[in-house]
């Protein structure tokens, strides 16, 4: 299952960001590492009948934002089309800007196995999800994980 994600990240790479909104000189952009841990979770009976996979993922994010988070995600590929595709729910903790706080990262992506034009990534923050002095985040994640393995990061955001 890990090679499904390192395809749909070299697809993400080949993509332009989408999705940001004129924010009036507020935007900012965050860069940096991660460390992943992903470990199979037990799949819910209708996730066993639909070949669909659940993940437990923690992570430790270093740079511009620096802390730590928790997200769970579900995938499936259907092996007679190519067709993959995954969503998941991550709640983040730490350092951003100097603030601290939490948010929500809510991703969702889909391809055709073969094809990197194909895909389609997004990760955002979830809408008034964001605590303590980060209340009012809102922005877009892209992932970028390079030939060795190694994941980094760029977050496009913006605060009040």
Known sequence: ????????????????????????????RATGTFEVKIKPAEATQFEKDMGVSR???????S?????????EMV???????NAMAYVAMEQVTGKLG??????????????TKGDAASAKLSIVVVKGSATGELAGLGGELTIIIDGAGKHSFEFDYELP
């Open 55 to 61: 993940y437990e993922i923690d992570k430790v994010w």
């Open 63 to 71: 740079g511009d934002f620096e802390g730590t988070s928790k997200a």
């Open 75 to 81: 995938s499936s590929f259907t092996e007679s089309t």
């Open 98 to 111: 100097g603030k601290s706080g939490s948010f929500y990262l809510m991703h969702r992506a889909t391809m």
């Open 1 to 28: 299952m890990h090679r499904f994600f390192r395809i749909l990240a070299v697809a993400a790479l080949l993509l332009p960001a989408s999705g940001h909104t004129d924010t009036k000189g507020n935007h900012m």
